[in-house]
């Protein structure tokens, strides 16, 4: 995934990337689909969405939130102290796999939530929803759209799911 989204990362080993999905971030149990710490400069979050909902900007805030405390935690450094910490700079991602038609290539809080150019918090996330036989990331987008096909045709089903596998 990392190679699709940053193809110029030319020489990543699998110890340069570590998982850091977070499990239960708010009370009812949510949870982010996919973060990557890479070389420990970078987070990329992805998320994955069959259903549009612009509201994936304020949880994409919530998770970077509760990662980088997870961060400061395991790092142990001190955000109560007058050196400047070294976080990892973070990216966005949504993943849409659905039917209704995106126009947008990027999402962000100023523009989608509060209208505002001058808003003093801003979140800028890539939409990704293009089928691409190249890359990891198209490719689990034509997948999605041939399993949602075969459901259509034969519902949750085995046979749905073979014929997908069998297509793709």
């Known amino acids: 995934m990392v ?19 977070l499990n239960a971030v708010i009370i009812n149990g949510q949870y982010n689909d996919l973060a990557l710490l890479v070389e420990d400069k970078l987070i990329i979050f992805v ?7 612009i509201n994936v900007l304020v ?8 990662t980088y ?16 910490m070294n976080i990892p700079e973070p990216e966005f991602y949504v993943v849409y796999t659905g039917n209704r ?4 290539d990027i999402i962000s809080l100023r523009q989608d939530f509060w ?15 293009s089928e691409n036989k190249n890359d990891i990331i198209g490719q689990y987008i034509i997948f999605t759209h041939v399993l949602d096909e075969q459901i259509k045709i034969h519902g949750r089903t085995k046979e749905a799911a073979e014929n997908t596998i069998s297509i793709c």
């Open 47 to 53: 998320e994955a969405q069959s259903t549009w909902s």
């Open 3 to 21: 190679k699709a989204l940053h193809p110029e990362m030319t020489g990543l080993k699998e110890e340069d990337i570590k998982l850091v999905t």
């Open 101 to 104: 038609r995106i126009e947008k």
């Open 59 to 66: 949880r994409i805030l919530l998770y970077l939130s509760a």
């Open 115 to 129: 209208h505002n150019p001058d808003a003093k918090l801003e979140l800028i996330v890539r939409v990704i929803n």
């Open 69 to 84: 405390h997870d961060y400061i935690i395991e790092n142990e450094l001190n955000v109560y102290g007058s050196k400047k």
